[in-house]
């Protein structure tokens, strides 16, 4: 079992950037698969990355792509997500996501065992 804790959220302008933070704690978190996903106010969560065992395997929303990178550091037990060029549109709490069956990027939320609370992310001039 893992717990997730996630930071890094807050108020940016439009263009900037910030990187947000997924603490876990438990064992064997390199035998994680982590992913990121975000729920807007009246929207349903969505999917916004995943990155393998190793780090070396990750997937994106189209919606992200070229923009946010997401990262881990096993030795730190976190995984990051780093987002460049924010828009208005990116405004959403952020969740971070594990799930251990199998060393393979999840783009479904139903594929994660284990969830964060969340952190707010407001991209406004």
């Known amino acids: 079992q893992v717990q997730l804790v996630e930071s890094g959220g807050g108020l940016v302008q439009p263009g900037g950037s910030l990187r947000l933070s997924c603490a876990a704690s438990g064992r064997s978190f390199g035998r994680y698969v982590m992913g990121w996903f975000r729920q807007a106010p009246g929207k349903e969560r969505e999917f916004v990355a995943t990155?393998?065992?190793?780090?070396?395997?990750?997937d994106y929303a189209d919606s992200v792509k070229e923009r946010f990178t997401i990262s881990r550091d096993n030795a730190k037990n976190t995984v990051y997500l780093q987002m460049n060029s924010l828009r208005p549109e990116d405004t959403a709490v952020y969740y971070c996501?594990?799930?251990?069956?199998?060393?393979?990027?999840?783009?479904?939320?139903?594929?994660?065992?284990?969830w964060g609370q969340g952190t707010q992310v407001t991209v406004s001039s």
């Open positions: 996501a594990a799930d251990r069956t199998s060393n393979r990027v999840k783009k479904e939320f139903y594929e994660y065992d284990y």
């Open positions: 990155v393998s065992w190793s780090g070396y395997g990750t």
